[in-house]
């Protein structure tokens, strides 16, 4: 089932036009959600994925957002990092921030040259030369690993998760680090031989710094609304206190830093 509107600009578009402008959905001052710390979140526009919950699909059209220039963000970035401290900085999180990837790694140089700290919260969906290098310049990675069958993870996001686990490997190579993050969304999410399945396969990356489950919710139907979508979970309730906490056992017997969020 389609449940948006599918567009026909492929991705490398964004990459390309525009070199000194970031085609972003939102900015967040003060974040202490997306990577350690205090930190300036750029919500950039575009995805791939279609997720069946997001809570943000007005970020989701590749042509929507705006286009601000990187360095009226770098300038920004700079005039908060009193606040960002010993371990906060700039996370840039989406849509989907490696649509922008060549862009993001003149804004990560700017902010490093800066002393700024960087993350980049991705689902993982491209895995090229380009994204190598901006790894480079990421100090910590957030990576959505959404479901480990790929079957599901179709399901759910209406992709495959082949290169977000290659990405995940690729990073473990560099030796640099990594969040993993899952998305615990009853009936889609919560099979426990499929969360063991997810744990196996990291358990022994030595980059994955913590592991954060984020409880599904209902937030961002209000959007689906307003956009004359369809909501597929409707009927779908938040994950129980006791369910988060069963899950939770699962992560804890294969990493030791879980949060529960
Ligand atoms: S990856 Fe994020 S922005 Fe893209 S559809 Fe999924 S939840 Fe929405």
């Known amino acids: 089932m389609i449940y948006f509107p599918l ?13 000194d402008h970031l085609r972003i959905h939102s900015l967040e001052t003060f974040g ?4 350690p710390g205090v930190r300036m979140v750029v919500f950039v526009q575009g995805c791939q994925f279609r997720c069946v919950y997001c809570h943000n699909p ?32 700039v996370t840039v999180s989406g849509g ?5 990837r060549s862009k993001l790694i003149t804004f990560f ?21 380009e994204v190598h290098e901006l790894l480079e310049y990421t100090d910590i990675l957030l990576l959505d690993v959404k479901h480990i069958n790929d079957e599901w993870h179709h399901k759910l996001t209406g992709l495959s998760n082949k ?8 990073r473990e190579s560099t030796g640099r680090p990594m969040w993993l993050r899952y998305v615990l969304v009853p009936g889609w999410t919560d099979q426990p031989e ?17 592991v954060e489950i984020i409880s599904f919710h209902q937030m961002g139907r209000h959007k689906w609304d307003s956009m004359g979508m369809i909501y597929p979970l409707i009927d779908t309730p938040v994950p129980t206190r006791e369910q988060r906490h069963q899950v939770k056992a699962i992560f804890k017997k ?3 830093n879980i949060a529960l969020k």
């Open 7 to 19: 567009q026909d600009i492929e991705a490398a578009k964004l990459n390309i036009d525009d070199p």
């Open 32 to 35: 202490t959600h997306d990577g």
């Open 58 to 89: 007005d970020s989701i059209d590749v042509k929507g957002g705006m286009l601000v220039e990187i360095s009226e963000l770098v300038k920004r970035a700079v005039q908060q990092k009193n606040y960002f401290g010993a371990e906060g900085g």
């Open 96 to 100: 989907e921030p490696l649509l922008q």
């Open 109 to 129: 140089k700017l902010l490093h040259e800066q002393g700024i700290n960087t993350c980049l919260d991705s689902n993982g969906r491209l895995n090229n030369a």
């Open 163 to 170: 290169t977000t686990l290659e990405l995940a490997a690729y």
């Open 194 to 210: 499929y969360i063991e399945e997810w744990c196996r396969h990291f358990t022994n990356y030595k980059t994955v710094e913590r």
């Open 254 to 256: 294969y990493f030791k």
